[in-house]
């Protein structure tokens, strides 16, 4: 094992080939460790974040709001009161005392300023310690001012990223099913886990369209409080990102009977195999739809496959890294590497589950590095060990990226430019072949495991 892998951390780090395969997964950061994984909180604010005509308010000091501030790039086709941060900000006198009077101010000044649809309240660390009831105040403030408010119980220090996503999911149970479902169309959905990064849940709601799919409600990208009400009218969720929004899928299935199926709408198998997921689901009420969702397909196709191909002559052989927040991405990464030609050397994810490392190993390559919950230690001597010429992350990874002289690919939630779909493919091929292929590598010192650290210029 790497000597940068500290020994707490043995368990969560396996080498594909090397023995039989067992990952740890799911715990908590280990202390001191500079770990990528965040707390409860923010993976609440990630998560109900994007909803766009509900006021979000975060009930601790002021730097918990501005840690999570804009922490999704994501877009809305209408009302933009997400993009704005609104915090309590508690001071000394109010831990002393309790926040509860400085809440109910709050909420009250905010609703009747911006006339949200719904309000969310997110607890922190330091309201969980001092004992307010955010429950009682949030009660009280929805009949007074006519409208949902709704507490998150998001208090960082009860776990890790994976328990706000939990959070989220049991807030906004409490708005769906109170909404009207009529006007509903047997053929439609909720688009689950996807945040519409640079528009993309706009893509796949264009190709659900050209299916004859209506879709009810998006949770969360471009979300609007009133279709989550009416979630439960849809005849079927689509979950993609798991981890966020699994919770829910499987509430609304308990509670109103719905039925969901997993997908992935990165790279051209998981999107295909996705929109043929959907159309097996809904061919008995319509026959036809699984020739409409082939059209589509085949249209798509024709128009990027030329394109790719381009892009492979330059690309292949050449070494990439991944490690995002949700596994998922990292099946669809592989896959869409393999088709430019290049190998997956290193992969690893913030919240992956043991099913999402199995599946992992079962597509890697033999020698492949799995990591789970990684430090920037780690994948940097990960990084310069298998010689990589891409690494694709986060925000977060992007400086180890460039500090290593090694290309950077941003697939977070940082992004500016749609990933997602087969228009997504054909802007993940450009990005990656112009990274790549630049010229400013030749300046940077070549990492690897066949090459002395620090030899100089790399070879073309």
């Given amino acids: 094992m790497n000597s940068a892998v500290l020994e707490e951390r ?6 594909i080939g090397e023995g039989e395969f067992a990952m740890a ?13 965040a707390c409860v909180f923010c993976g609440s604010r990630v998560v109900l974040y994007p909803i766009a005509d509900a006021l979000h308010l975060v009930h601790g000091p002021i730097g918990c709001a501005v840690y999570t501030w804009d922490i999704r790039g994501a877009l809305s086709s209408g009302p933009e009161l997400h993009r704005m941060s609104f915090s309590t900000d508690l001071q000394e006198k109010d831990v002393i005392f309790g926040g509860e009077k400085k809440l109910a101010a709050a909420l009250s000044e905010l609703i009747d300023r911006h006339s949200p649809k719904a309000a969310f309240v997110y607890s922190t660390c330091i309201v969980g310690l001092i004992g307010d009831d955010v429950e009682s105040v949030c009660r009280k403030m929805s009949a007074e001012k006519g ?34 479902i009529s006007g509903i169309s047997p053929l439609s959905l909720n688009i689950l886990g996807d945040f519409n990064l640079a528009g993309e849940i706009w893509i796949i709601r264009g190709y659900l369209e050209r299916m004859g799919i209506q879709t009810v409600a998006n949770v969360t990208g471009d ?15 689509v979950v993609q990102c798991s981890g966020s929004t699994m919770d829910l899928a499987l509430m609304m299935k308990e509670q109103f009977g719905t039925p969901f199926i997993r997908a992935s709408y990165l790279g051209i198998e998981d999107m295909a195999e996705s929109l043929y997921a959907i159309a097996e689901f809904f061919k008995d009420q319509d026959p036809g739809i699984v020739a409409r969702t082939q059209d589509v397909v085949r249209d798509e196709l024709s128009r990027l496959m030329p394109e790719l191909g381009q892009y492979r002559k ?30 997956v050397v290193l992969v690893g994810s913030q919240t992956g589950t043991q099913e999402d490392y199995e599946e992992l190993a079962s597509i890697a390559d033999p020698g492949t590095v799995i990591v789970d919950d990684s430090n ?9 060990e298998q010689g990589v010429d891409i690494f ?19 697939h977070n939630h940082e992004r500016k430019r749609a990933l997602e779909g ?15 292929m630049s010229p400013v590598w030749r300046f940077t010192p070549r990492w690897g495991k066949n090459v002395a650290q620090g030899s100089g210029p790399r070879e073309e």
Avoid at 25 to 34: E, F, I, K, Q, T
Wanted: net charge positive; aromatic share 8%; with cysteine.
């Fill in 314 to 343: 330059d690309l292949e052989g050449k070494r990439a890294a991944i490690y995002v927040g949700g596994a998922f991405k990292a099946f669809s990464l592989i896959k869409a590497f393999r088709h430019l030609g290049m190998k």
């Fill in 223 to 237: 979300g609007r409080v009133n279709d989550i009400c009416r979630a439960h009218g849809a005849a079927l969720n």
């Fill in 25 to 37: 997964c799911n715990r908590d950061s280990l202390a001191g460790a500079v770990s990528q994984r």
């Fill in 147 to 180: 409208i949902p408010v709704i507490p998150v119980q998001s208090e960082g220090f009860k776990g890790n990223k994976r328990e706000g996503y939990a959070a989220a999911c049991k807030a906004m149970m409490r708005l769906v099913g109170t909404g009207d």
């Fill in 376 to 384: 920037p230690l780690e994948l940097s001597a990960f990084i310069k």
């Fill in 392 to 410: 694709v992350g986060g925000v977060k990874e992007r400086p180890i990226a460039y500090k290593l002289g090694v290309g950077f690919c941003d």
């Fill in 422 to 436: 087969f228009e997504g493919m054909l802007n993940f091929a450009q990005e990656v072949h112009s990274t790549v």
């Fill in 10 to 15: 043995q368990d969560q780090v396996h080498r």
